[in-house]
């Protein structure tokens, strides 16, 4: 089992920052490749990014490319989303996930977190 607790949601206005974390507990994080996904109140839950074990990879929706850049520190068991030049568009509750077995990218995530919301005002 792997917990996973999200946190760095909030309201900003368009074109601010946030930064969201991801504390993972449990199993050996390094074992799992990690993604950020969010889901809207009009949509189904969407891709957002991915990050291999080491962080070698990275993958991004074509939506946040160049804007959000996901890291993560193997040494902290945490998983990081860092939003840039946000739009209202990108309002929606944000989830991490732990990505089981061995090929980049998952094509299955095993483990989900709460969510944390945010919400970006024009």
């Known amino acids: 089992q792997v917990q996973l607790v999200e946190s760095g949601g909030g309201l900003v206005q368009a074109g601010g920052s946030l930064r969201l974390s991801c504390a993972a507990s449990?199993?050996?994080?390094?074992?799992?490749?990690m993604g950020w996904f969010r889901r809207t109140p009009r949509k189904e839950r969407e891709f957002v990014a991915a990050?291999?074990?080491?962080?070698?990879?990275?993958r991004y929706a074509d939506s946040v490319k160049g804007r959000f850049t996901i890291s993560r520190d193997n040494a902290k068991n945490t998983l990081s989303l860092q939003m840039n030049s946000l739009k209202p568009e990108d309002t929606a509750v944000y989830y991490c996930?732990?990505?089981?077995?061995?090929?980049?990218?998952?094509?299955?995530?095993?483990?989900w977190g709460q969510g944390t919301q945010v919400t970006v005002s024009s």
């Open positions: 996930a732990a990505g089981g077995g061995s090929r980049w990218p998952p094509l299955n995530y095993d483990y």
């Open positions: 449990g199993r050996t994080f390094s074992d799992y490749a």
């Open positions: 990050i291999s074990w080491i962080g070698v990879s990275t």
